[in-house]
């Protein structure tokens, strides 16, 4: 036994999966038992882990199949209903006593002695009018003690009348509010079977029944009844009757009973379906049974249970007990000391108790919808049906059963009553020397609770969602109530919560709300971590409660907590808090304005820029706090102008710059978030911004989306999905603009397709921008010019682009007009003019040069450059990422076409048919659609030595191609081991279907009710709207470009009739073009609504996976690697035995690739698969061993059928390779545009999810005269992560990806101008690219 547990506790101290829980308060032997891992089994673990290298694209963001909006809540079935949709007071309480004391009922035969107290006073002890008032004065005492503020009336031995001015004067103080209606029938007879209890008449010689249809119609709803009176089983079921006549009367049309003149102003007097569903009944015995006439207890037990139930608890437990023979006397008990609205004293404590006992028993007993009814809705109806409880037990020892409605499960023997029964012992043991003894002595606390809350922490060591919840849960919500036991059981309960949503779901139920949201007015600094994660894990699930945390200005806690300097707290706590803010800020106008009113935007500047300067020196202990900091910034931000003016005036975009480029694709995609909220998308009605113009306002954000253009070819499909939401926000907020330069798209496209070219001559050459056109010529009929004063600016900028980048040519692959400085942003090739001290700007517009930097964008074709981002995403490899892109250009009502052109329409450069600037249009992304090679790469490229080329056409890249990263120095020599990894493509290059090394050409077209649902013609390609009105127009031009770049009216008149039929018109954001959500968002938001803590987040995860709520993220398994590594050893030492005299003489299997040509094929290295792959891009997993076909898909995830009219699904794949290898591994999968995808359970028949896709080149524009796009070749170094691509519309470069960074790291520039065969790893410091003639290194 020692040596077991001194093994047990050196093991525990070495290795993070030993047991979390303290037991130090256990037993030994108890603590023994309830540490279950094997530690044997955990030294394994280790070792094997340590063999097994880093894999790929295996966290929960590598899912991007596109269905999964909402995965998460569905998957579970978690939706919470905790909160109660109406929350009720009982406003009003009617009291009705009908004793005619002296004279007992006729149908009643009392026994001697028999019980007598009513309220506690003998009736018999005074005169009749005295003792009567006595008793109704002490009830109305009784029942203040549960609700004080109540108005209370009262009649005592009343008639018919009074009984119903009473009921409809109650009903009109109550108003929509609940009204309780007391009856005491002890001096009348028993109810009737017609549903009648029995009143007096003026002069009481006579009992006149009163029907309780009629009382129910004069009080109204909601309504709860109180009838202590023998057989008042025979209300219940009365009423019960009358309802469902009411029920019956309303569905038949036919017009309701009237029961009498009742008070109408409530909304539920007019639904008599109502009447059963909003009243509560309790009554003191059945149908057919009399009360108890016992002296032991009082006439009126029942009442005495709902109102004084501590004392009534006492007394029967006394006269039960062997305490009555030790001097334990009814006067004692009448005498214990205290208050009980003090816990401290013991009337206090046992008051206290007895509310979590009687709360747990109707937790473990009740519905869930039936407990939340009638123990969380009203606080008088909570204290009555506990106290009904309590009835029940002691009532059916006397032969009674007490009846509610809704009907309550039995209760009397549940197991939490011996619990009741030991605290209430030991609190009368204390009793006599209490009050008896000459000397003070102190109470002694009961253990219940310190008792309770060891039973939870044993229940969290074993229990799951698929267990009995725990029963204590009530007791642990008393215990916050307590400072002795509040930090223990807020850290229990933040490890319940921890469970998962369901966890979260039944606390909010049992009602730890209104606890937690108390203890936010504390100071202790030991309770706000723990209160920190306790609020994360609720808003997490229900995100409605940053309405009641702004109500109790609960934003500064957390405020403060994150602004704190505690040195305990950690940076997953302080994100935490972030998460909170955040979420108290998303869509909550007052909360944005409180929290930014308590300084939260200074607060999270100041730990953004100390925790990026902690991130820049290797700390990755603060990714997710900067993650969580950005967002807090972005919803505190979002729609909030006044905000937004102070976010700029900090310079907040400066200082995200540097996160667009950081290693992590989730930071990335925070920063890309928090610059889209700084976008305002609503119209400003109460004019400019506090200290900022709307000209201002629209340079910022016009800045910020040259800060954004980079990020199109990210290789995260996260970044690259918030940047899609981001462009919606600009779209929306500078929506005439950008629809200028959807209109400019359109016609150049009608102007293809109708065979006329928009340039003129050499204009419309290489240097062309995408999405632009050269000068057009002169009108036939003389006049002014048609060309806005923006298109005679980007005439210019692309002119001065040709002579950009050191002698290289630009030929539109790089975007036109704008060059990527070092830094990585976005900055038109001009140079600003600089204004003199008088204000002018001595730079003429017809010089190439703008009166501000702010100007140069606007005239440089930003938002064709945005347009054209916004098209790149809708045509993503992504499926999640396209349909945020396609979500983005519906906000600017347009949508994305195919073309209706066969390839063979558009003949061939050669051919002399069509003349050549034919061809140059083509080209043209306006027509085509297509994504330009934007920045792609984050470190500094590195040129190769200059290549012989014959082709003086073909481009010759600058070394501004792709994005490139100013922090992150980056070696000449490629990274990567000894090994070799080349692509499968064939010796020559194969003939690949037209649309196989390009994206599909399309046109954009209005959203309208015409060109809805086909693809358009010739025709159908011409605009068909009106612009905007001129005056809008020429009030933002001239708000961005200033007075030199502004049109004249005539030119925009011009402009205007010259574009007629352009749709540009319509709302800036309406209902029907909604933004797209932030994903970065709402997937951080899912993080904390998962287990945190370990262990519990291991297994779940586990479980998780299994189910299928991760999308299929399997985490690694530990002895499954460390077997397949030693698998992969020994078959790797096999092989080396057999070395160079082994022969391939043996067929071992024959498959059947059902393909007319094979083009990729993959052996599994632990499996008999293979992975076929043919010509169309279908893939084809077989078991070769048993000849059958496992699994079959399309490696772009779409059918391999034709699209609703757009034609069969073209993908040839050119590389295919296995990811992860001894994991569940991953399939890649690279295209000859240039995609590249990775595939997940691949193996598993209709399982397969799509983990990853990036677009690893520039993809070629279609059919293009000005350079011949080359297939995409690839190679891989799994062991450093890198993956080297090649191809497409830059085939002299070579691109190098990180994997786990999920972005281009360098580019390798200077390759031959020929046909790339492919690319393969000779070293750890050489690449050698295949082309035909000879290799480059």
């Given at each position: 036994?020692?040596?077991e547990r001194?093994r047990?506790g050196?093991s525990?101290?070495?290795t993070?999966?030993s047991?979390?829980?303290?037991l130090s308060a256990l037993?030994d032997e ?16 280790v070792e094997?882990?340590?063999l097994?290298?880093?894999g ?14 909402d ?6 079935g978690i939706?919470?209903k905790?909160?109660q ?7 009003a ?7 005619n004391i ?5 149908d009643?035969?009392?026994i001697?002695?028999?019980a007598?107290l009513?309220c ?5 002890s005074?005169?009749?009018?005295k003792a009567?008032?006595?008793i109704?004065?002490?009830?109305q ?13 009262m009649h005592l031995?009343?008639t018919?009348?009074d009984v119903k ?6 009903r ?5 509010e609940?009204v309780?209606f007391h009856?005491?029938?002890h001096?009348?007879?028993?109810p009737?079977?017609n549903g009648?209890?029995w009143?007096?008449?003026?002069s009481?010689?006579?009992?006149i029944?009163m ?13 709860i ?8 089983g025979?209300?219940v079921?009365s009423?019960?009757?009358?309802a469902?006549?009411?029920t019956?009367e ?6 309701p009973r ?6 109408a ?14 009243c ?6 059945g ?6 006439q ?8 029942f ?8 004392k009534?608890?006492l007394?029967?437990?006394?006269s039960r007990s062997?305490?009555r023979?030790e ?10 000391p205290g208050k009980q ?6 009337l206090g404590e046992?008051?206290?108790i ?7 028993i109707a937790w473990?007993?009740?519905p869930?919808s ?13 204290s009555?049906f506990r106290?009904?409880?309590l009835?029940e ?11 509610s ?9 549940h197991?939490?009553?011996q619990?009741?029964d030991?605290?209430?012992e ?15 002595v102190e109470f002694q ?6 008792e309770?809350?060891?039973a939870?922490?044993l229940?969290?060591?074993?229990g799951?969602?698929e ?8 007791i ?7 400072q002795?036991?509040?930090l223990r059981a807020l ?8 469970m998962g ?5 039944l ?10 949201l ?5 100071t202790?600094?030991d309770?706000?971590q723990?209160?920190?994660f306790?609020w994360t894990k609720?808003?997490a699930?229900?995100?409605t409660c940053?309405v009641d ?5 609960g934003?500064?806690y957390?405020i ?6 505690d040195?305990?707290s950690s940076?997953?706590?302080?994100a ?6 955040a979420v108290?800020c ?5 909360g944005?304005?409180l929290?930014a ?8 500047l100041?730990h ?9 020196g290797?700390?990755s202990?603060a990714l ?5 900091l950005?967002l807090c910034?972005?919803?505190l931000c979002?729609?909030m102008?006044?905000?937004t ?14 996160l ?10 925070a920063a890309?978030?928090t ?5 305002q998308v609503?119209d400003?009605?109460?004019?400019p ?9 629209l ?7 040259c ?17 899609a939401a ?8 500078h929506?005439?603009?950008?629809k200028?330069?959807?209109h ?5 496209a009608a ?7 928009p340039?003129?001559?050499?204009e419309?050459?290489?240097g062309?921008a995408?999405?632009?056109?050269g000068?057009?010529?002169?009108p036939s ?6 060309v806005p004063a ?7 900028l692309d002119?001065a682009s040709?002579?950009?980048g050191?002698?290289h ?8 007009g704008?060059?990527t ?6 900055s038109?090739l ?12 001595h730079s003429?517009?017809?010089?190439g040069?703008?009166?501000?930097a702010?100007a140069a964008r606007v005239g440089g074709g ?10 790149t995403l809708?045509?993503?490899p992504?499926p ?6 396609k ?12 073309v209706s ?6 003949p061939?450069?050669?051919s ?10 083509v080209?043209?992304s306006s027509?085509l659609g297509?994504p330009?090679s ?7 490229s ?5 290549s ?5 056409s073909?481009p010759?890249?600058s070394?501004?191609k792709?994005?490139?990263?100013a ?5 000449r020599s490629?990274?990567?081991s000894?090994s070799?990894?080349?692509?499968p ?7 690949l279907p037209?649309?196989?090394?390009t ?7 209005m ?5 809805m649902?086909?693809?358009?013609s010739i ?7 009106r612009t905007?009105?001129?005056?809008r ?15 004249s ?7 205007d009739e ?9 709302p800036?954001?309406?209902a029907?073009t909604?933004?797209?959500?932030s ?5 951080s ?5 998962w287990p945190l803590l370990?262990p519990q987040?291991?297994?779940w995860?586990?479980e ?12 690694p ?23 160079s ?9 024959t ?6 040509s094979?083009?990729?094929?993959l052996?599994h290295?632990?499996r008999?698969?293979?992975?076929l ?21 399309h490696?772009?995830?779409?059918a391999?059928a034709e699209r609703?009219?757009?034609?069969k699904?073209v993908?040839?794949v050119?590389?295919l390779?296995q990811?992860?290898e001894?994991?569940d591994?991953?399939l890649?999968?690279g295209t000859?545009?240039?995609?590249l995808?990775v595939?997940?359970?691949y193996?598993?028949?209709a399982e397969?999810?799509l983990?990853?896709?990036w ?8 059919h293009?005269?000005?350079y011949?796009?080359q ?17 497409g519309?830059?085939p002299s470069?070579v ?7 999920e972005?281009?790291?360098q580019?390798v520039s ?10 393969v790893i000779?070293s750890?410091?050489?690449l050698v690219?295949?082309?035909q003639?000879k290799?480059?290194?």
């Open positions: 036994m020692n040596e001194q047990s050196s525990a101290s070495t993070a999966l047991h979390q829980l303290s037993p108890l603590a023994r038992r309830l540490d279950l891992v094997d530690q044997v089994k955990v030294s394994e673990l094997g882990l340590q097994v290298p880093a790929f694209f295996i966290e929960v963001r590598h899912d991007i199949q596109g269905d999964d909006e995965k998460s809540t569905q998957s579970q939706v919470s905790w909160r949709k109406e929350r009720l007071k009982t406003t309480v009617a009291l009705v006593l009908c004793l002296g004279v007992d009922p006729p009643v035969i009392k001697s002695p028999c007598r009513e506690w006073v003998d009736p018999l005074m005169q009749p009018p009567l008032d006595t109704g004065k002490n009830l005492a009784q029942y203040e003690r549960w609700q004080p503020r109540a108005k209370y009336k031995d009343p018919m009348d001015k009473l009921a409809v004067s109650s009109r103080a109550a108003k929509n609940r309780l009856y005491n029938g001096g009348v007879p028993r009737t079977v009648e209890i009143v007096f008449n003026k009481y010689t006579q009992y029944p029907s309780i249809y009629d009382l129910q119609a004069w009080l109204g709803t909601p309504c009844f109180v009838f202590d009176c023998s057989a008042a025979l209300i079921n009423f019960k009757a009358f469902e006549q009411k019956q309303s569905e038949n049309g036919g017009p009237s029961g009498g003149s009742g008070y102003g409530g909304p539920h007097n007019g639904s008599p379906e109502d009447g059963l569903s909003d509560i009944l309790l009554a003191a015995c149908a057919n049974e009399l009360l108890p016992s002296p032991h207890v009082p006439a009126d037990v009442t005495a249970c709902l109102t004084t139930p501590i009534v608890a007394r029967w437990f006394c062997l305490m023979q001097g334990l006397t009814k006067e004692l008990i009448d005498r214990i609205t003090d816990r401290k004293t013991p046992l008051n206290w007895f509310t979590a006992i009687t709360d747990t473990n007993m009740l869930r039936l407990f939340q009814r009638l123990f969380r809705q009203d606080l008088l109806v909570a009555l106290n009904f409880l009835a037990r002691i009532m059916r020892a006397s032969a009674c059963c007490p009846i409605y809704p009907r309550l499960p039995p209760t009397h023997h197991p939490m009553w619990a009741w030991m605290a209430a030991m609190c009368l043991l204390q009793l006599p020397d209490m009050l008896e003894s000459e000397v003070e606390p009961s253990p219940f609770f310190n309770q809350l060891t939870f922490e229940w969290l060591e074993h799951s969602d267990k009995k919840p725990p029963e204590q849960l009530p642990v919500l008393q215990v916050l109530l307590s002795v036991h509040r850290v229990l309960l933040g490890r319940f919560l921890d949503r369901w966890a979260v779901d606390a909010l139920s049992v009602g730890i709300f209104p606890y937690v108390k203890l936010l007015q504390t202790a600094p309770l706000r723990t209160l920190v306790i609720i808003l699930l229900d995100k940053q945390l702004v109500k109790d200005s934003q500064q957390f403060h907590y994150l602004d704190s300097n040195s305990t940076t997953d706590s302080r935490q808090a972030a998460f909170v803010l108290i998303d869509g909550h106008p007052r944005q304005s929290a009113g308590a300084g939260l935007l200074g607060v999270c100041t953004l820029r100390h925790s990026m300067a902690g991130l820049s290797g700390a202990g997710l706090l900067i993650k969580w950005c910034l972005g919803k979002q729609d102008p006044e905000v003016t102070m976010a700029l005036r900090e310079r907040v975009p400066e200082q995200l710059a540097g667009l480029t950081a290693s992590h694709p989730e930071l990335r995609a890309v978030f610059l889209g909220a700084l976008v609503s400003n009605e109460s004019g911004l506090s200290g900022m113009s709307e000209q201002d306002r340079a910022a954000e016009r800045a910020i989306a800060q954004l253009l980079p990020v199109t070819y990210d290789g995260s499909p996260l970044v690259r999905a918030e940047l981001a462009l919606a926000r600009l779209a929306t907020g929506v005439v603009l950008f200028d330069a959807v400019e798209q359109q016609r150049n102007q293809i397709l109708r065979g006329a070219s340039g003129s001559g050499p419309a050459g290489p062309s995408p999405g632009s056109t000068p057009r010529s002169a009929a003389g006049g002014p010019s048609s923006m298109e005679r600016a980007s005439s210019s002119e040709k002579s950009e050191n002698g040519v630009d030929t539109g692959v790089s975007s036109p704008v060059q400085s070092a830094t990585g942003t976005f038109p001009l140079s600003v003019s600089i204004a003199v001290a008088d204000g002018s700007i003429p517009l017809d010089a040069s703008y009166a501000s702010d930003l938002y064709k450059h945005l347009l054209q981002a916004a098209c809708a045509t993503d992504a999640k990422v396209a349909r945020l892109g979500a983005a250009l519906r906000v600017a009502d347009v949508e994305l076409a195919p052109i066969a390839a063979g329409q558009l061939s450069a050669n002399a048919s069509v003349p050549s600037r034919m061809h140059s249009m080209s043209n027509f297509l330009s934007l920045s792609m790469s984050r470190a500094s590195h040129a190769l030595p200059p012989t080329s014959t082709h003086p073909q010759q890249p070394a501004s792709w994005r490139s990263l922090w992150r120095t980056s070696s490629l990274a990567g000894v070799v990894c080349s692509s493509a064939s010796p020559s290059l194969p003939n037209p649309d196989a090394l994206r599909k050409p399309f046109v954009l077209r959203v309208n009710g015409e060109n649902g086909r693809a358009p025709d159908a390609a011409q605009p068909s709207s905007p009105s001129i005056t127009m020429h009030s933002l031009h001239s708000s961005t470009s200033g007075p030199t770049t502004a049109a009216s005539s030119q925009l008149q011009q402009h010259d574009s007629a039929g352009s749709s540009l018109h319509g800036i954001h309406t029907d909604p933004l797209p959500p994903p970065v968002y709402k997937d938001c899912e993080h904390f609504s370990e987040a291991s297994l995860r586990a998780a996976t299994h189910q299928g709520w991760l999308g299929g993220c399997v985490p398994d530990p002895t499954k690697m460390a077997s397949r590594m030693r698998e992969k050893e020994q078959s790797t030492q096999r092989c080396a035995q057999l070395g005299g082994a022969r391939l003489k043996d067929n071992v299997h498959i059947d690739s059902e393909a007319g094979t083009v990729a094929l052996l290295p632990f008999p698969l293979v992975t792959v043919d010509g169309g891009g279908s893939v084809r997993v077989h078991n070769y061993r048993h000849s059958t076909v496992i699994n079959r898909f490696v772009t995830g779409e391999a609703k009219g757009q034609g699904v993908a040839s050119t590389f390779h990811l992860n001894v994991q591994g991953l890649l999968a000859a545009d240039g995609a995808r595939w997940r359970n193996a598993h028949k397969q999810r983990a990853t896709a677009q690893a080149v520039p993809v070629a524009q279609a293009s005269s000005q011949h796009p297939q995409a070749v690839f190679a891989l170094n799994e062991a450093s992560g890198r993956l080297y691509a090649a191809g519309a830059t470069t691109h190098t990806w990180d994997m786990s960074q972005c281009c790291t580019q200077g390759l031959m101008d020929c046909v790339l065969l492919g690319l000779g750890a410091t050489a690219a295949m082309q003639g290799p480059a290194v």
